[in-house]
């Protein structure tokens, strides 16, 4: 099992910056990949970015704004998330999983891959 605490969240306006991160408690197999997610209001959760054997994973609407690192010895992931808009306000999941083989194939994080995820961190980005 593995535990994932997500920290960082909070409120910014538009052009802020905000960086999360998330500490893993598991057997670093556990963890080849991470991800973040995020989910708003009346919205589904959507794959932000994700990070699988150092190879970086973005949704369009992200890239170049967000960046993902993974600090293996503490195995902890962050994401820096710069020039925030309104609209990436939401829920912040971080989740993990062996593998992430749609993540890779399809070039954008993908929900499927994982199975153990964070209880969230809140990201308000007002205009």
């Known amino acids: 099992q593995v535990q994932l605490v997500e920290s960082g969240g909070g409120s910014v306006q538009a052009g802020g910056s905000l960086r999360l991160s998330c500490a893993a408690s598991?057997?670093?197999?556990?963890?080849?990949?991470m991800g973040w997610f995020r989910q708003a209001p009346g919205k589904e959760r959507e794959g932000v970015a994700a990070i699988y054997y150092g190879r970086t994973y973005y949704v369009d609407s992200v890239e170049g704004r967000f960046t993902i690192s993974h600090d293996n010895a503490k195995n902890t992931v962050y994401l820096q998330m710069n020039s925030l808009k309104p609209e990436d306000t939401a829920m912040y999941y971080c989740?993990?999983?062996?593998?992430?083989?749609?993540?890779?194939?399809?070039?954008?994080?993908?929900?499927?891959?994982?199975?153990?995820w964070g209880q969230g961190t809140q990201v308000t980005v007002s205009s």
């Open positions: 598991a057997y670093p197999y556990s963890t080849n990949c």
């Open positions: 989740a993990a999983a062996p593998q992430c083989m749609r993540t890779h194939l399809s070039g954008r994080p993908t929900k499927d891959d994982f199975g153990n």
